[in-house]
């Protein structure tokens, strides 16, 4: 016990010290999107949203992989399965709406008018309390009726909603470090939103152990430990923004919302936020199906989504870092440059989805492993995996050329293609079409992709987003 404490008395002065900036790792180094190498540019921001995506997906990964080893497999598949799909309906929503928020500062900052970024700010951050506290209350009362919805196994019932309505109160924490984090990219500072994602993952981790192996709280354990992390990074945001008199202080005393600039974030963001949740709705029907082959192959679909989220984490996160670059550079008024942009990012996004693709095909098998060690479990996601990773590189056009126009302005067609596209069809091929097997049923992942992107590629070609965005913007083009 004595050196438990020692352990936890050494991480939290860790903390402490990351949010203070006083390690030099931890120094703030914001990324110059208007001038330099754009390749390079692009690369720099990106990389700290790359770990940090993935830090953050060790969140339910680690729930999952302790439960897993030290539960059970139902206990796996509850907190991974309905539940996984559920939270991540919830993300795609929160993430999308913390969106508008960057494209509104990103343009501001990109223009140098800091007045309009630092009211911004505080609509963004007052808004995000409010938004995280109305997710909190519905989800705790419409859990139940949810799990019940998405045809969850009896035997993991009980699991699946304990987990779910503890993982709630976890939202306005998530709200607050996602908003922010949304904001420090957009001034480009990519690396503190990192940082505290890397404390709240090693405070996620530690609790699993302790609260799973030694405290016995099975699912109860890891939902907790999860809420704990998410508080820890949303505390080490709020100390960041409120602390520092910068272009985007948050005054946490005065939470009030402007509400021209709130519309404008509401414009971008809640298209957004639609998309990526309809993302989710649509994937919670593949869910439904998914639970009636039974125990093993829920266990199985839950393994791979973790496995499989390192490549959309990968994906996710140049599509943010060129959101923000793209926004900057639009609202500066340098389209060549912003065009140029786009087109170095398909190339980094086409390399890195490739080497992703290969190390998943060939060593899927061992990483499966690191979930369960049910053979039948690992042979389902082994085939999960070689199915649909070979199609995850067709996904690019459609991750940024997105992102590109979400940047300059430009939602609302793009969330009627996505919408279409992934969404809609998704739904209609899981009702309409009969699947006897569960590889049947993921055979629309791919299809999906392929449409939309090809889709995309004729939208962003045929030009006119641009001249609508530059005119409503008011723009004024310097190259």
Known sequence: MRYLFITFSIFSDILFYIAKGELRMFK??????????????????????????????????????????????????????STGVVIGLLVNLIVGLSSGATVVIAQAYGSNNYSSVKKAVQTAMSSSVYIGAIFTVIGIIFTPWAMNMLNVPADIMDYSVLYMRIYMLGMIPTMIYNTGAG?????????????????????????????????????????????????????????????????????????????????????????????????????????????????????AYTAFGKIDALFWNYSGALGTATLTFIGQNFGAGKIKRMKQGVWNAIGIYTVGSLL??????????????????????????????????????????LEIYVAATRACGDVIYPMIITMMGIGVLRIVYILF?????????????????????????IYYFQGSWLKRSIQKRNITVID
């Not at 100390?239 to 402007?258: M, V």
């Not at 049947?440 to 791919?446: A, H």
């Open 183 to 299: 904001i420090l990219r957009a001034v480009g500072d990519s690396k503190r939103p990192l940082y505290f994602l890397v404390a709240a993952c090693i405070t996620n981790i530690v609790l699993d152990v302790v609260f799973v192996v030694f405290f016995h709280w099975d699912v109860a354990g890891v939902a907790i430990a999860t809420v704990l992390s998410q508080v820890v990074s949303g505390v080490l945001t709020l100390y960041i923004l409120s602390a520092e008199d910068s272009a985007y202080y948050f005054d946490i005393r005065n939470l009030h919302c402007n509400m021209h600039i709130l519309r404008q974030i509401l414009m971008i963001g809640l298209p957004n936020g639609i998309q990526g949740a309809l993302y989710s709705f649509a994937n919670l029907f593949i869910q439904a199906t998914v639970n009636g082959y039974g125990t093993n192959t829920v266990a």
């Open 28 to 81: 703030q180094r914001q990324t110059d999107m208007l001038n330099g190498v754009i390749w390079k540019e692009i690369l720099l921001f990106f990389i700290p949203i790359m770990f940090g995506s993935i830090f953050q997906q060790l969140y339910n990964t680690a729930d999952a992989m302790v439960v897993g080893n030290y539960v059970g497999k139902e206990a796996l598949a509850a907190v991974g399965g």
């Open 433 to 457: 079409v009969p699947s006897s097997t569960v590889y049947e049923s993921l055979r629309i992942f791919p299809i999906t992709w392929v449409v939309t992107s090809s889709i995309f590629v």
């Open 356 to 397: 992703i693709t290969a190390l998943l095909y060939f060593h899927g098998d061992y990483i499966c492993g690191l979930f369960t060690q049910d053979a039948e479990v690992i042979d389902i996601c082994v085939q999960m995996i070689r199915q649909l990773c070979v199609f995850w590189p067709v996904f690019v056009f």
